[in-house]
């Protein structure tokens, strides 16, 4: 199943808006974040993401998988699985 095409594109976008001021966001396309050079979600920034979401689990789930698919096209060399988890699983 793949993504409609401008859904990854659209989260993308609205990133700055999530974690508006955080500088803990994701150099692209490496996605390793600008401030800590981890790769990204790292743990700053998934409790900035965690507080814009304001306990809206499903919500964070549906924009972070959006992220995944637009960093599957630039985090080529890395296993499906392993993008998955850094960006989805620890939405759960």
Not at 6 to 34: F, M, T
Not at 48 to 57: I, V
Request: charged share 20%; net charge positive; hydrophobic share 45%.
């Amino acid at each position: 199943m793949t993504a409609r095409p401008g859904r990854a594109a659209r989260a993308a976008a609205v990133l700055n808006e999530r974690v508006d001021g955080d500088a803990h966001q994701p150099a692209r396309p490496s996605w390793d974040c600008r401030a800590c050079e981890q790769p990204w979600p790292c743990a700053p920034a998934k409790v900035c993401l965690g507080e814009a979401y304001a306990g809206n689990r499903v919500g964070l789930g549906i924009y972070m998988a959006g992220l995944y698919d637009q960093a599957l096209t630039e985090l080529q060399l890395w296993p499906a699985g392993d993008v998955f988890a850094r960006f989805v699983a620890w939405t759960r």
